[in-house]
């Protein structure tokens, strides 16, 4: 069984330039989490979709933060436009159901210069 | 909201030796707490997990305990090994509903020496 899996791993983008990561869950998996680690600190939340709804988007920093899903299986996150403090490893998640296991994709680096 | 504090930051012992790591977390509603194991640059992997209506949990040389009262969980690692080296992250989650999220702790970065 494939794991969560995203896209690209490693990206460096400008300053004000925009970047989109894809995260294609676990086949089956309803529940869509992106988490991001800035700077070495605690993994943070961002927003969970259940199909192509958000659930909950309570964690997203701003509105130059954009997540889909739509037809409720992969999901992209698009930075627009990209500040230096964006930088970091931007993980998604996916589990089955409400309360289960939640596996990790290996994230995306973000680096904003 | 949750919050979940986790202790040490940094761990070192020696190989052979046990390492516990513990964490709190404030919301009483919160009733799984995941354990993940964090390779240099590689995927936060799942290690064990309790669930509020158990209070410990084994599995070979890793267990996790929890105390509700308290508000607290802690990972025991016993005989550890160089391949044990890695960031250690503890998790809050109220498991399902709007709060499937989990909270995490900053991590623990554990050293096993040789």
């Known amino acids: 069984e494939a794991g969560v899996t995203q896209f690209p791993s490693h990206s460096v983008i400008e300053k004000g330039q925009t970047v989109t990561l894809r995260c294609d869950p676990i086949?089956?998996?309803?529940?869509l989490y992106w988490y991001r680690r800035v700077m070495g600190k605690e993994i943070k939340f961002l927003l969970h979709f259940v199909k192509e709804s958000k659930q909950d988007e309570s964690g997203m920093p701003n509105n130059r933060f954009l997540a889909e899903r739509t037809g409720g299986t992969y999901s992209t996150l698009k930075v627009q436009p990209a500040e230096l403090e964006d930088s970091g490893v931007y993980f998604c998640?996916?589990?089955?159901?409400?309360?289960?296991?939640?596996?990790f994709g290996e994230g995306s680096w973000l680096t904003v210069v | 909201g949750e919050n979940v504090e986790q202790h040490p930051s940094t761990l070192s012992v020696q190989e052979g030796d046990s390492a516990v790591i513990k964490c709190t977390y404030s919301?009483?509603?919160?009733?799984?707490f995941p354990w993940y194991k964090q390779e240099l640059g590689k995927r936060p992997q799942l290690i064990i997990d309790i669930r509020s209506n158990v209070g410990e949990k084994k599995d070979q040389r890793i267990a996790v305990t929890l105390n509700k009262t308290a508000k607290h969980f802690s990972l025991h690692i016993t005989e550890t090994q160089p391949e044990d080296s890695a960031v250690y992250f503890c998790?809050?989650?109220?498991?399902?509903?709007?709060?499937?999220?989990?909270?995490f702790g900053k991590g623990t970065k554990l050293s096993v020496k040789p």
């Open positions: 998790a809050a989650s109220k498991g399902g509903g709007s709060q499937g999220n989990l909270i």
């Open positions: 998640a996916s589990s089955q159901d409400f309360g289960g296991t939640i596996y």
């Open positions: 919301d009483s509603a919160s009733n799984y």
């Open positions: 086949s089956g998996h309803d529940n």
